[in-house]
Structures are given as structure tokens and as C-alpha cells.
């Protein structure tokens, strides 16, 4: 007999009060940091404000919607994510619709603002990728090595389709962010290690060998491969950005003096005096860092430590494996973010331009990240649990 519950024991008020609380990181940190630079005449606080409040109403509407119902439309949702950014890399770059910001054509510049399809994709995907997985393992009950090729070639298909309208952008960071979900779901899905160890080495093998050739063997990787020198300097900015500092270096650089200006307990709100370009969107930690020293910062990582803990307590209780497969790659989405955002401000990996999720400025990835954690509430809300039910390993 199905155990039935309310509205208010089946919403999840731990994880609503947990985004609460990147509001109030987020708006404090954003309102501080719109004060210098060329973005001081700015408003990105009220800003922020209403894309949470369009994230708000987007979760009430993705939960409306029960995991079964995204199972069927799991395809549906994928292509029209696809359609939009093929449509994005059709368009001429002359069209003030699609017109290139920093080199990249990357939005859409509406009315309201400007939108990034390529944020709502990446759920988008995990919908699509998720299904997949279910169904295969539908499909072939019985696994085996020939099976889980069978899986990793689907896994690849669906995968290869929307990272090349991405890579054509360009947009290093979200190609990251989508083989960061599909390496996770790839370990999630219980393809054997057989494969996925070789597999894992060889993608590490390949990076490390590129990361040589882009350090001693440019000219190689330039005629063979199309690389751009931009793309050499943001490596040589990396590993030593004081020899770049008047160009490529100053950002990672600034970044460094500022979180390092701050030492244990910050210099207080309003109280910066490194100035830190872009610090209200992909470098809004160093304003963190600077304002409220080690002490604000490791209590924002703890949040997100928060977040994820909670997520994943969520996913070990569904019993619904197309809802196990699409929480996980909400989590290792969420994570990658986190992990190359902060890691990119204190010099742990080359800067990619991806935001702090929940705390950066940006209404489409904001929307974007509301549109994953809108599919968790769904998740949690419309799980059934049943008396006299035995627990699942």
C-alpha cells in the first residue's frame, strides 16, 4: 500500500532553505562587487533578484511534471535543445540577434536579456542521457563487455551532437562540463571497470600529452589542429601568469592578490581594494575571498558541500533509476562547476569562464542550474514510498 503524504512533508524544505541561503551569498557578494570597475552604474543586485524569482517559478513548474512524464519527453527535450543551438551556429554573426560577446557566439540577445542555450542544454542532456541508460539496461538485462560498448556507443552519440555546436562557439568550459556529466553517469550507469579504467587513463594520457604539445610543441598543434595562439596563452597564463600580467595573466593574477589581501577573516563588506574584472560573474569568489578572508570562504565551499551532500542523500533514496541516473548527473554537474570555478581563481586549473553556481551574475545559467535543481524537487516530491516496502541495496 503506497504511503501517501501531503504537500508539506513531500516538499523539500532542507534543500529550498539551502538556496536561500546562495541567495543571500550571492546578492551580498554581487552588490559589493558592482561597485567598481566599468560596471559601477549597474543594478545587477535587482537583477540577480528577478532571475531568482524567474528560477522560483521555474522550479514550481518543473515540478508539476512527474519523473515518468520527463521520461517520455526526455528526446523531445533534448532536441529542442539541439535545434537551438544549431539554430545559434547557423545565424550569422552580422545578426544582432547571435552577435559574438568576447569572441564567442554564444547567446541569444533578446528583449529581456541575453540568453545561453548552452545552459539549459546541459540539463537538457542529462535528461536525454539518462533515458538512454534506462532503456538500455531495459533493453540488455543480462551485461556484459559487448553490451557496455553497445552502451558507450550510444553514450557517445548523444554526447558528440551538442559539444560540437558548443566547440564551434567556442566554449571550452561547458565542453568540460558535459564530459564531466557523461564521465560520471559512464561510472553511475555500472559499465565495468574493464572498460572504464582504459578509458579514463587514455582521456588522461591524451590530456597530459596535449597540455606537453601546447607547451613545447605549438607549431605542431597549430598547423595539425587549428589551435589559436589565445589558446596557447591561456596555458602559459596559467602556469605562469607574472609573465603575462599585462594581458592574459591580470585575471588570474588580480584574482590571487585579492583572495590573498583578504588573509583569515577578510577586510569586511565594501572593504576591497584589489579591483578584479568580471568579479560579479566568473570571479565573484575573489570578492568573497578578499571581503571575508578564509574564514567566508571555506563557510561558502562548506555550503556547497551543503548542497551536494543533500543532493546525494536524495539520489540514495530513489528507488526510480531513470531519477538515480538524472540526479547524479545534477550532481556532477554542480560539482564540476564548483570545483573549476574556485579552482580557476586560486590557480588550481586554467580559466575557463565558468560561473559559480547559485553566486555568480548571470540569468541563464542561474536558470539554468534553478532548471536542474527544479528537476530534484521533482524527483523528491513524487517519490513513492510504500509501507511494509524492503529497503533496495
Not at 565495468?192 to 579514463?200: D, G, H, M, Q
Request: aromatic fraction near 16%.
Amino acid at each position: 500500500m503506497e504511503n501517501k503524504k501531503g504537500f508539506a512533508d513531500r516538499f523539500d524544505w532542507t534543500l529550498a532553505f539551502i538556496l536561500l541561503l546562495f541567495l543571500i551569498v550571492s546578492l551580498l557578494a554581487i552588490s559589493s562587487a558592482q561597485t567598481t570597475g566599468q560596471y559601477a552604474a549597474y543594478n545587477f543586485v535587482s537583477k540577480q533578484l528577478f532571475w531568482y524569482v524567474v528560477g522560483c517559478v521555474i522550479i514550481g513548474m518543473v515540478m508539476f511534471f512527474e519523473p515518468e512524464q520527463y521520461k517520455r519527453m526526455a528526446w523531445y527535450i533534448y532536441g529542442i535543445g539541439v535545434f537551438l543551438l544549431a539554430i545559434l551556429a547557423i545565424l550569422p554573426e552580422s545578426m544582432a540577434l547571435v552577435e559574438p560577446r568576447n569572441g564567442a557566439k554564444s547567446w541569444f540577445h533578446l528583449p529581456i536579456g541575453d540568453i545561453q542555450p548552452a545552459e539549459f542544454m546541459k540539463t537538457f542532456y542529462i535528461l536525454g542521457l539518462a533515458r538512454l541508460i534506462t532503456y538500455h539496461h531495459e533493453q540488455y538485462v543480462m551485461k556484459t563487455v559487448k553490451t557496455d560498448f553497445i552502451l558507450l556507443g550510444k553514450i557517445g552519440i548523444t554526447l558528440i551532437i551538442p559539444l560540437a555546436f558548443i566547440m564551434l562557439q567556442p566554449d571550452l568550459g561547458t565542453s568540460l562540463v558535459f564530459l564531466a556529466i557523461t564521465a560520471a553517469l559512464i561510472v553511475v550507469a555500472g559499465i565495468t571497470w574493464k572498460i572504464i579504467l582504459p578509458l579514463f587513463l587514455g582521456g588522461l594520457g591524451i590530456g597530459g600529452l596535449l597540455l606537453w604539445m601546447a607547451l613545447y610543441a605549438q607549431d605542431f598543434l597549430a598547423k595539425n589542429f587549428g589551435f589559436d595562439p589565445y589558446q596557447f596563452a591561456r596555458i602559459y597564463s596559467w602556469i605562469d601568469p607574472y609573465s603575462y600580467a599585462s594581458n592574459e595573466g591580470m585575471h588570474l593574477i588580480t584574482a590571487l592578490n585579492a583572495i590573498g589581501s583578504g588573509e583569515i577573516f577578510g577586510k569586511g563588506y565594501g572593504e576591497r581594494v584589489v579591483y578584479v574584472p568580471e568579479n560579479h560573474t566568473d570571479f565573484i569568489f575573489a570578492v568573497i575571498g578578499e571581503e571575508y578572508g578564509f574564514v567566508g570562504a571555506s563557510i561558502v565551499i562548506s555550503l556547497y558541500f551543503l548542497l551536494i551532500y543533500h543532493l546525494t542523500k536524495i539520489t540514495l533514496q530513489l528507488k526510480d533509476m531513470y531519477s538515480t541516473y538524472v540526479c547524479a548527473g545534477i550532481i556532477a554537474m554542480i560539482t564540476f562547476h564548483v570545483f573549476e570555478n574556485v579552482g580557476m581563481t586560486i590557480q588550481l586549473l586554467p580559466i575557463t569562464g565558468i560561473p559559480l553556481p547559485f553566486i555568480s551574475y548571470g540569468g541563464s545559467s542561474l536558470m539554468g542550474n534553478m532548471l536542474a535543481i527544479g528537476l530534484v524537487f521533482s524527483m523528491k516530491f513524487h517519490h513513492r514510498t510504500y509501507m511494509f516496502a524492503k529497503d533496495e541495496d
